[in-house]
């Protein structure tokens, strides 16, 4: 016997100019699950503005069980999406299951004094298993641009759009929508079972990596302030991460080691740039400093006492990008 089930969710969130943060209003709909006549709503919302769908069939042939997730936060949507089908006797057995979400906000811009842009970038991180037959789609836009993500793993979206004394204020959407599905059709799928997830990797979902005014050559302008109308502040640089290697961790004392900072700023358009700074924990001491060069600063010391040595490096931002500390390197010193 054939057996189709479907689990779908809808949820829309709306920031008007006169809601702040915690006055944001879910509404979700077209969320019913099951097979033919048995269809029900099986769709429930919890405490953690968490919507989900869960639903199963069994009959001779197969055992099908699909569900559907929607969390929208602040400054942030997951979706999860998950199938599974199994026991197929030969005859066509199909499973599907979709979550959708949008996130709107608009930015208004005080005290600009020339023409400038508004620079946004979100980020899209979602993760994939199983069938080939699922997908999930980021279509995000401003007043005058829009992106669109068909994908998994981590993706951006950057915006500009272009401002003037006159023209303050964007409008953005992100919506985001993920599917899983499973057929089938003959023998070879007996015992066999499928999935997909989405949205649901570290950071997961969908993600405002930065929102700041910048000239024509990304360069943010001092002066300018950003507002949203949800109330919620928007991170206005864009974060970074910092590490720290040894040319030798175990050295003679005298002899000359070079440590190797990096810098990675996801999202931004350039190598972060500024200086790093070299300390040593151990002794409480600033060993020195180098300029970041393609993401890079080298430094050589050969004063180190013996013994062991905590170090770490200190990158203290840029403006675009804000500052951040390696974890801690150990270097043994003999």
Do not use: W
């Amino acid at each position: 016997m054939a057996s189709i089930l479907r689990v779908s969710l809808c949820v829309v969130l709306f920031c008007a100019t006169s809601l702040v943060a915690r006055s944001q209003t879910f509404t979700f709909a077209n969320a019913m699950v099951g097979s033919g006549d048995n269809e029900e709503n099986l769709c429930v919302k919890s405490a953690l503005e968490q919507i989900s769908c869960y639903g199963r069939f069994r009959d001779a042939d197969a055992i099908g069980v699909g569900a559907a997730s929607v969390d929208v936060s602040l400054l942030k949507i997951r979706l999860g999406a998950n199938v599974s089908l199994s026991n197929n006797g030969g005859l066509n057995e199909a499973i599907t299951a979709q979550a959708s979400g949008t996130y709107r906000d608009e930015f208004v811009v005080a005290d600009l004094s020339q023409s400038a842009f508004l620079f946004v970038v979100v980020e899209l991180s979602a993760t994939s298993e199983g069938s080939t037959n699922n997908s999930i789609l980021m279509d995000a836009g401003t007043n005058n641009n829009s992106c669109q993500i068909v994908s998994f793993g981590t993706s951006l979206c950057p915006f500009l759009f272009p401002l003037t004394p006159s023209l303050t204020t964007v409008s953005i959407y992100i919506n985001l929508t993920t599917t899983a599905s499973l057929r089938c059709s003959d023998a070879a799928c007996s015992g066999g079972t499928a999935s997909v997830s989405a949205g649901r990797s570290s950071p997961g979902g969908v993600t405002f990596l930065a929102v700041t005014v910048v000239d024509e050559n990304i360069v943010p302008l001092q002066g300018p302030t950003v507002t949203s109308a949800s109330g919620v502040k928007y991170r206005s640089k864009f974060a970074s991460t910092a590490a720290l290697a040894s040319s030798q961790p175990a050295s003679e004392q005298g002899e000359p080691v070079i440590f190797a900072a990096t810098v990675a700023s996801l999202g931004r358009p350039q190598y972060p740039t500024g200086k790093v700074l070299f300390r040593d924990l151990t002794s409480s001491t600033i060993l020195g400093s180098a300029p970041l060069n393609g993401g890079a600063a080298t430094f050589t010391t050969s004063t180190l006492s013996s013994g062991s040595h905590s170090i770490v490096g200190i990158y203290s931002g840029d403006p675009l990008c804000a500052g951040s500390k390696s974890a801690v390197l150990l270097q043994q010193v003999n």
